[in-house]
C-alpha cells in the first residue's frame, strides 16, 4: 500500500521510535537491509508482519513474513501458506491498513 507525505520522511531509526510510542507498542521492529536505505520490519506474530519502505515522499507498506526463518518455512510449505493467505488473508491486510493509516495521518 502506497502512502504520499507531504511532511519530510524521518530516518528508518528515527521512524521506529515515532512507530513504538506513538503506533503501538505491543508489536516488534527492526531494521532490515544494508546500506543507508534500510526497511522496517513490524512484527505482529511469527507469521504476520508488515514491511515499510521510505523514498523521497512516499512509504510503502507491505504484509510480508517478518523474519528469514518464517519467510523461509512459509516457502517450504508455501501451498499451505497459500491457502492460509486466501482463507484468512485478514491479519495480513489488517496490520498493513494499521500501519499505512498511522502514517498517512502522521506524516501528511
Known amino acids: 500500500m502506497k502512502v504520499n507525505t507531504s511532511k519530510p520522511i524521518p530516518s528508518a531509526q528515527d521512524l521506529i ?9 505491543q508489536y516488534n521492529y527492526e531494521l532490515f537491509g544494508l546500506g543507508k536505505n534500510k526497511t ?3 512484527h505482529q506474530s511469527t507469521f504476520v508482519g508488515a514491511q515499510i519502505s521510505a523514498t523521497n515522499n512516499e512509504f510503502m507498506v507491505v504484509a510480508t513474513t517478518p523474519s528469514i526463518a518464517s519467510g523461509l518455512l512459509t516457502i ?3 501451498w499451505t501458506a497459500d491457502l492460509f493467505m486466501m482463507l484468512s488473508p485478514a491479519p495480513y491486510r489488517k496490520l498493513e491498513k494499521e500501519v499505512s493509516i498511522f502514517l498517512q495521518s502522521k506524516f501528511n
Do not use: C, D
Open 17 to 25: 521510535e515515532i512507530l513504538k510510542h506513538e503506533f503501538s507498542s
Open 40 to 42: 522496517i520490519i513490524v
Open 76 to 78: 517450504l510449505l508455501q
